[in-house]
């Protein structure tokens, strides 16, 4: 018999890769059943989905989500966002840990105590209360990890499955292309407003396209910056394939995040898809961040919130010498680092053997 799963996020976008592009496909691919329970519109590409798609504010799709979880029939219900805790260990209690699997994409506590829209007397106890979630869930339902650092959150030994390049879906650097790019959300917190200031900085006509989320205030401050000093475009959210087709028209791929705790463990994964694509990447000096330019001699770091810094990383990045390099780059990053398909497949599969 086919077995079924239903995979449920009410908060993150349709189409996040590691959700829907990694996880979905990889079980489409293994011949399960797929619901997708996502934010309306849904994703841009369905194949192989049963599409759920949640409506109304962010509180309400939560809700709804929540009521889904408890209530769905699928043999496995995999949940990806932290406000569905409560539903993944009522389920993992009710049904079995192996009907319920929690997918933690990031370091929810440290991510907490940074959230901007969250007042700071109320970081703190937000924090803890996740963690402790998060323990509990490891007890009565199954969690993954998307890095090796997350294992402190989580009792016992959950699996790991790192949130890798989808190397196939991947193009080739143009070879004469030319100009920044960033692909990711754009927030203050990952250094949106430290790369404009230090793209601007450099002093002589460039161009600076960023790929993502980035809410309307952030957007309109950019611009001033930006205004009359360099070429900066904003497309917004774009489709995975879309995504990288436009960020390969560029010569230099940027992670400039801030030092913040949840940055200093999780590896940027765009890291490794700007040196999959040929683009010489420019990355803050974090450790994690470091580890993914492990072994490129196209690679430049900088030190961490330092916009001159910063500027100097880019313009080395930029000479011809290393975009040949980092295109040259590209073929071994390209064997080495991809999504587990393997191992997700065998894993999902153990849990209705």
């Known amino acids: 018999m086919t077995p079924s799963i239903s995979i449920v996020t009410s908060v993150h976008l349709p189409d996040d890769p590691r959700i829907r592009y990694k996880t979905a496909r990889t079980l489409v691919e293994d011949g399960w059943n797929v619901e997708y329970v996502c934010p309306d519109p849904g994703p841009s590409d369905a194949s192989g989905l ?7 504010a962010r509180m309400v799709r939560s809700a709804r989500a929540t009521m889904h979880v408890l209530r769905s029939g699928a043999d ?5 966002d932290p406000e569905l805790l409560p539903a993944a260990i009522t389920r993992g209690t009710l049904r079995g840990r192996r009907r319920s699997v929690f997918d933690l994409h990031e370091h929810v506590p440290a991510a907490l105590r940074t959230r901007r829209r969250t007042p700071r007397w109320l970081r703190g106890p937000t924090a803890a209360i ?6 509990v869930a490891g007890r009565v339902s199954t969690v993954t990890r998307a890095e090796e ?3 402190a959150l989580v009792p016992g030994n959950a699996p790991v499955f790192p949130n890798l390049p989808i190397v196939d879906d991947l193009p080739l650097r143009d070879a004469d292309a030319h100009g920044y790019v960033y692909v990711g959300d754009i927030t203050v917190e990952r250094g949106a407003e430290l790369l404009v200031d230090a793209v601007a900085s450099i002093g002589r006509p460039v161009r600076l396209t960023m790929i993502g989320r980035c809410p309307d205030e952030l957007r ?6 930006a205004e009359g000093r360099i070429d900066l475009e904003l497309p917004g959210f774009l489709p995975y394939e879309e995504a990288w087709n436009l960020a390969a028209r560029h010569a230099v791929g940027v992670s400039p995040l801030l030092d913040l705790p949840n940055y200093r463990e999780s590896l940027p994964t765009k890291v490794l898809e700007y040196r999959a694509v040929g683009l010489a990447p420019v990355v803050s000096d974090l450790a994690a961040s470091l580890d993914a330019i492990d072994g490129s001699s196209a690679a430049r770091s900088f030190r961490a919130g330092d916009v001159a810094s910063l ?4 313009q080395s990045a930029s000479e011809a010498e290393n975009l040949v390099t980092a295109l040259e780059e590209a073929p071994t990053v390209r064997a080495g680092v991809a999504w587990p398909t393997r191992e997700v497949a065998a894993f999902y599969r153990s849990l209705v053997a």
């Open 220 to 225: 309109a401050r950019l611009g001033r910056v």
């Open 311 to 314: 500027a100097d990383a880019l």
């Open 149 to 151: 650092g997350y294992q």
């Open 50 to 56: 049963r599409v759920k798609r949640l409506r109304g």
């Open 76 to 80: 496995v219900v995999v949940v990806n």
């Open 130 to 135: 996740a963690g402790c979630l998060i323990r």
